[in-house]
């Protein structure tokens, strides 16, 4: 440790003696202390000692992919030109540099950072995995990080504790992800406060408590991810302040009663995940007004009523998944509306009725899942169908309920029926009063191919729905 720190002062006096000509003819340099903290930084993380000796020079001539760095201009009215100074403006450790990517004690040096006051951008994915790290209060509460644009401390399950509050005065954060942690606590109102947040990621963490009602001060925010939590309580009804909002997953945590009407404000939602809560129903009817919506997912919650008329107001729907919902009732025929639906899940409820013989017809359809219900006659559906669908087809545990001229290695485990008496079986059923309540509207049901709620933490999802939620997380950040 002695001959690191000796290395460290020798290149640290070399550096700050340093000047290099630019392409101008100006002069340009990085400032001692600012130098001497990226170095602190840097050796609380990494397992290299000689890291400093070996990128003495971080910014010009001896550079690392994590390390980026900016020219800013001095304004100096006694001097007839400008100098120029680098300035660290992004520390990035991750699998993408380095494999580890931080030392097994690997710690965050709050000294150090406090000397970095432009930077920008601060991301450390699986860095603290053995020694336990916290996030104090005085990291945030001074001016030092005050240019932050982007913090996301992801993937760390050594660092753990509660969000501090001081974290409301980064004013400049559009980006805060400290998902895959093990914080708890509750949310701090604070960061309701950061106005030109647009991301904000908590999930997978043991969070408690219930959502500030403050959230809806976060007009710039067009992400909002608390999956996987133990966050408890009612949705807060400022959410329908929220117009930028893109993306809500609220999956996998305790939230109760009832949906609040105002959601149905937000008309730039695209994904909507409240799946393994314990929300009652009625679901309002005002969520009709989620025109842009793709993904709805509302799966194992006690809703306990029959489909929601407003489904069919919802013509881009891709995926919609009512699994596990007490569901009662016939399938609403308006779902035909939905030409865009991929992905339908009405599985383990208790409709009962016939089947729409427009299910067949769905042009876009690649998995149905009805099983688990008290449907009843035949599901027609053309051999087209078949051959797009196959084992994502699944209609098991429906008393009566068959597919016509259906063999058996087609789909899973097919009941067939035995004789085709009519091929209007069930056109004329209790669900057919149905179309006119739904009127013009339109519905897309999503498959549930996922794991159960059982524990929080780092349960993740799998299959389908794990690869569906990291694609949608990267169509909806890319312009970030």
């Known amino acids: 440790m002695a001959s690191f720190s000796f290395i460290l002062l020798l290149v640290l006096l070399h550096v700050v003696m340093l000047f290099n000509v630019g392409d101008s003819g100006e002069m340009v340099s990085m400032e001692d202390g600012e130098l001497l903290g990226l ?9 290299d000692p000689t890291w400093a000796q070996m990128h003495p020079q971080p910014c010009t001539e001896t550079p690392w992919p994590g390390v980026q760095c900016e020219l800013m201009v001095q304004e100096d009215g006694q001097q007839d030109y400008s100098p120029t100074i680098f300035h660290v403006t992004k520390i990035h450790i991750g699998n993408d540099i380095l494999t580890p990517p931080c030392k097994p004690n690997a710690t965050l040096s709050s000294k150090g950072l406090m000397k970095l006051p432009y930077l920008k951008t601060l991301s450390l994915f699986n860095c603290f995995n053995v020694t336990p790290v916290s996030l104090t209060s005085s990291l945030f509460e001074n001016s030092s990080l005050s240019s932050l644009e982007h913090l996301a401390l992801v993937s760390n399950p050594g660092l753990h504790g509660t969000i501090p509050s001081s974290l409301g005065y980064l004013q400049s954060l559009r980006v805060l992800s400290l998902s895959q942690n093990m914080l708890s606590g509750e949310i701090p109102q604070e960061i309701c406060g950061l106005v030109n947040l647009q991301q904000l990621d908590l999930s997978y963490n043991h ?15 067009t992400i909002f991810d608390l999956s996987y939590n133990m966050l408890g309580g009612q949705l807060p009804s ?71 008329l407003f489904i069919g107001s919802l013509g881009r729907l891709k995926v919609l998944s009512f699994s596990r919902c007490g569901l009662m009732g016939p399938i609403l025929t308006c779902l035909s509306i939905l030409k865009n639906l ?22 876009n359809l690649q998995q149905l899942n009805l099983s688990q219900n008290q449907l009843s006659g035949e599901l027609l559906v053309t051999q087209e169908f078949i051959n797009r669908i196959g084992m994502r087809l699944d209609i098991r545990g429906n008393n ?12 899973k485990d097919p009941i067939s029926c035995v004789s085709s008496t009519s091929g209007s079986v069930g056109n004329k059923s209790s669900w057919g009063d149905q179309e006119d309540e739904c009127g013009n509207m339109s519905s897309n049901l999503y498959q549930s191919n996922w794991s159960p709620k059982t524990h929080h933490g780092y349960e993740f999802r799998l299959g389908f729905y794990k690869m569906f939620r990291v694609m949608i997380f990267m169509v909806l950040c890319i312009e970030f």
């Open 39 to 47: 170095f602190e930084v840097m050796g609380s993380l990494l397992d």
């Open 207 to 221: 969070l408690t408590g219930s959502i500030p009602q403050e959230i809806g001060k976060m007009k710039s925010l």
């Open 238 to 308: 400022s959410f329908g302040q929220l117009q930028s909002l893109q993306k809500i997953d609220l999956g996998s945590n305790e939230l109760g009663g009832r949906v609040p009407q105002e959601v149905g404000n937000m008309s730039r939602l695209v994904l909507f995940d409240l799946s393994h809560n314990f929300l009652i129903g009625p679901l309002p009817e005002s969520l009709s007004g989620l025109k842009q919506l793709e993904y709805l997912v509302i799966q194992d919650n006690p809703i306990n009523t029959c489909m929601p």
């Open 342 to 363: 991929t992905a339908l899940s009405l599985d383990n409820n208790s409709l009962n009725g016939t089947v729409p013989s427009y299910i067949g017809s769905l042009p």
């Open 400 to 411: 009566g309920l068959c597919i016509k001229n259906i063999t058996s290695s087609e789909v």
